[in-house]
């Protein structure tokens, strides 16, 4: 029996959510025969998937559950994991289900400027595909890696991170109960972020001063405009936002950049930005992000606090 998991959407057509009530209980769907002894001998004739392969096997390994996946040469192996024979790139990945004689799975050729073909898809589909080999069916009904579909950000029935994240955290409650009645064994808990990012942030606007402006309680800031971030090529087609930058000031120093009128760049990147700002009497705090073209502001900002005295 061979099963498939498939890339539905873009990651500009995410699906809304699902919300998930806690307490539920686990909705897993267990189908093929388990593997004598739980450990599972494979073979990777994909050697351009072998990072998302690390990813994948790591992740049921921790899981808790009875089972080790286990790297074997091709004479040894009791599941073989090679490229789908007549398409470079596919929306999809296949597996046989549970214990048979030639397990297979069978994935796309690694293609970094596809957003259906690239690495973190793939750690997603391998994973959900070494799923399937343990006895593991489609989950219809709760969030699962084992959901029958998904994206880079994450199975189709799961809450999605930001649009510069994927999904690093593989596995669900539901997938490690799943493996855990078939294979018996204890829970581990499912250590790291559920999402990871897919680049480095922007860097921090630089060289923040201030100068006075002969008006009143209105003062010039400038700052220099960082480079671009160097965002995935299978991230670029999906670029809707000019890079912009966020100014800010309080009294106190403020801390979250979306809750500001994000502003144009006018000059290019290297070169200084000016702007100005009318700042009260007193110390105020003034706070510069970068915003890259997902929105993304720069993982710090530049600070500047400024002490306005009234003239006599």
Known sequence: MRTKWVLLALLASLAAPFLLLAGAAPAYVAEGAPWPGGVIRYYNAAPDEAWALQRAVDAWNSSGARIKLVAAPASKADVRIEHF????????SEATVGYTRNAQIWIFRRDEASPYCNTYVAVQALAHEFGHVLGLGHEIHA??????????QGPDLCPKGRR??????LLTTDDVAGAIAIYGGEAEPQRGPRDCDLYRGIATPAQLRVDSTGVSHQFQFRFRRPS????????SSDVDLPESFVAASSRTC???PHTFQRRAWDVAAGETERVSLVLPSGVSCIRVWAVDSFGRPSDRPATLRVRVIESS
Do not use: K
């Not at 024979?85 to 999809?92: D, F, L």
């Not at 671009?228 to 299978?234: D, T």
């Open 228 to 235: 671009p971030a160097a965002v995935p090529a299978f991230l």
């Open 143 to 152: 969030c699962a890696l084992m959901n029958p579909s998904g994206t880079v």
């Open 164 to 169: 510069w994240q994927w999904r690093c955290r």
């Open 254 to 256: 403020p801390s979250e």
């Open 85 to 92: 024979a007549r398409a470079r790139c596919t929306i999809n």
